[in-house]
């Protein structure tokens, strides 16, 4: 049951899915466009919307335009062509279409041209600017030459050439806003896009962190069932098979110490073993929801306590011994100053003088050991030297011959050769 993804960050979306999806619905309704002319064409229905000239060339016109419809929705499901490029080919083919159909129809111009909206529209949603403008006067032009050919050839049958002038500039004003509308759709797509890869890569880095972390982290659900649980809990927990996942099963202390977590009573986390083997733990809860169905279980290796009170205990004694060191260097330097004043007087016995050098001496001693106290409360680093040890342990033998009675003890240096180590000298005078 180590760390797991649960479900995969969403794919990132395609450039050309949005374009897809509305080139699909506008395939699908110039589908519709060809049925109503069909309607128009074909039955005697049609006579109640538009009068036809020219039945037979309208018939064929239909016939090729729901032929061309149905391809290119095919084209669009299948994906065949380029977005952009399908789109042009389908708006040149309606401006066609409805240039055809103005000239062999009479009294239903408006309709026509009407129809021809949407084409203009989501056109200008799928192509560059300039093309969408072009399509968009192409078939402003279109209006506005049949409406031109019906009042120069027949002027019963001419509609006003005001009603042409603005289906054309409702065409481009259409074509305008539905470009700028496509442009902040796409913008707009962009940014969610960064946004979404921006998230997917903090939660990854999330999940890095919360994979290599040292401290045990489980997350349950309310009925105690484990939904995450990093690499440190696992191994903390004894390397439980992915098959189990209900942390009764998994840990049976913890399940019991999370219950009592639940119904509210405040004990003091005690340390638990989790698995034969592994360490003891220490486990704190937190609620991860207000509804109470996500809890959040840290696993703190109980060494690492131990590790941190100690070195707090050895901070504290360190910080006990510096002050044990300032109280005895108070009275050491009343016994020093003492001993000063005694060798400056006059007519004292050579004993005596002896035994207030070896007081003086001690003394100094003292003051080295507390000056190192000090040093070690404040991390001080030593100053090895070179120091023959011989010479030392030569030196050492009449000091304390010279403050120890022997009696019938025998302290002597045996050897004269010089030996040299690396040492710091004040630490080594104060053994």
């Known amino acids: 049951m180590a760390y797991s993804r649960h479900g995969a960050h969403p794919r990132k979306p395609q450039p050309q899915a949005p374009q897809r999806r509305e080139l699909y619905f506008f395939t699908l309704y110039r589908v519709l466009e060809a049925a109503l002319l069909g309607l128009v064409a074909f039955s005697p229905a049609g006579e109640i919307l538009l009068a036809v000239r020219e039945p037979g060339i309208l018939q064929s016109i239909v016939v090729l335009y729901m032929v061309a419809a149905i391809a290119l929705l095919i084209a669009s499901h299948r994906s065949l062509m ?13 401006i066609l279409v409805v240039a055809g159909t103005l000239a062999t129809t009479t009294g ?83 940014l969610a896009e960064k946004r979404g890869e921006e998230l997917a890569n903090q939660a990854e880095i999330n999940e890095l962190v919360i994979r290599r972390m040292r401290t045990g982290i489980l997350v349950v659900d309310g009925d105690h069932l484990v939904k995450v649980c990093n690499e440190a809990a696992w191994a903390l927990l004894g390397k439980p098979s992915p098959d189990r996942r209900h942390l009764a099963d998994i840990a049976p202390e913890l399940h019991k110490s999370l219950g009592r977590w639940r119904g509210g009573r405040s004990e003091i986390p005690r340390p638990m073993t989790l698995a034969d083997g ?27 306590f131990s590790d941190r009170a100690e070195e707090l205990t050895l901070a504290t004694l360190g910080r006990l011994s510096a002050s044990i060191a300032h109280e005895i260097r108070n009275p050491l330097a009343a016994i020093n100053y003492s001993v000063q004043l005694l060798e400056e ?29 000090l040093g070690l409360a404040r991390r001080e680093r030593s100053q090895p030297e070179t120091v023959d040890i011989g010479q030392f342990a030569r030196r050492f033998v009449d000091e304390y011959r010279a403050s120890h009675p022997l009696e019938t ?21 104060r053994c």
């Not at 380029?82 to 309606?94: E, F, H, K, R, V």
């Open 108 to 190: 239903g111009q408006g309709g026509i041209a009407l129809l021809m909206l949407f084409n203009v529209g989501a056109g200008a949603l799928i192509l560059p600017q300039r093309a969408g403008l072009g399509f968009a006067s192409a078939a402003a032009l279109a209006v506005l030459a049949d409406s031109l050919y019906y009042r120069a050839f027949d002027p019963l049958n001419a509609r006003p050439v005001a009603e042409s002038v603005m289906f054309s500039v409702t065409y481009l004003a259409t074509a305008v806003l539905c470009e700028l509308l496509s442009r902040q759709v796409t913008e707009s797509q962009a």
């Open 345 to 373: 007087a006059t007519g004292l016995p050579e004993a005596d003088r002896r035994l207030l050098e070896i007081i003086h001496t001690q003394c100094q001693r003292m003051n080295g050991i507390v000056q190192d106290i």
């Open 82 to 94: 380029p977005a952009p490029q399908q789109t042009a080919i389908g708006l040149g083919l309606d």
């Open 278 to 304: 592994a360490p003891e733990v220490l486990p704190r809860f937190v609620s991860l929801s207000l509804t109470d169905n996500l809890f959040l279980i840290f696993l703190e290796d109980s060494r690492i």
């Open 409 to 429: 003890d025998i302290l002597q240096s045996v050897s004269e050769r010089s030996t040299l180590a690396m040492a710091d000298p004040g630490t080594c005078t």
